[in-house]
């Protein structure tokens, strides 16, 4: 892939992916996204992050569009999942049980994406 080569991630995927590693995604003031270490990306990677830069700071700020908040597919947030943890970190990550995750793998909350773990609390 290249800066002109559309990725084969969508942006939800690229920044559950990225997270899952263990990365820093922050998006700062401005149009500003920094992810780190840096040493950790590779050229596809970095080349996917900037193809969805904007799409990632909507993601990390909570100003996406309706179309990443409708939930009518089998994607899900941390925040609903009985497996988030008090102190911001998922119990299944802790256990070694979430693939590549850290063990203090923190998501970000309210964001949509697909996790086989998720369990949602019961009614
Ligand atoms: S199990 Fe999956 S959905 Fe649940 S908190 Fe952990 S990462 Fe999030």
């Not at 690229?14 to 780190?36: E, F, M, N, Y």
């Not at 904007?54 to 999942?81: F, K, M, Q, W, Y």
Request: charged share 20%; glycine share 6%; with cysteine.
């Amino acid at each position: 892939m290249n800066a002109t080569t559309p990725p084969t991630t969508t942006a939800p995927a690229l920044l559950a992916r990225l997270l899952r590693q263990g990365l820093h995604v922050v998006a700062t003031s401005g149009d500003t996204l920094q992810v780190w270490p840096a040493n950790a990306l590779d050229d596809d990677t970095r080349a996917a992050i900037a193809w969805h830069k904007a799409e990632l700071i909507a993601l990390l700020t909570g100003t996406h569009g309706p179309t990443l908040e409708a939930a009518d597919d089998e994607r899900s947030r941390c925040c609903d999942c009985y497996h988030l943890q008090a102190k911001g970190n998922c119990a299944m990550a802790w256990r070694g049980l979430l693939h590549d995750a850290p063990r203090w793998f923190t998501p970000v909350k309210d964001v949509l994406w697909r996790c086989h773990l998720f369990c949602g609390w019961p009614q």
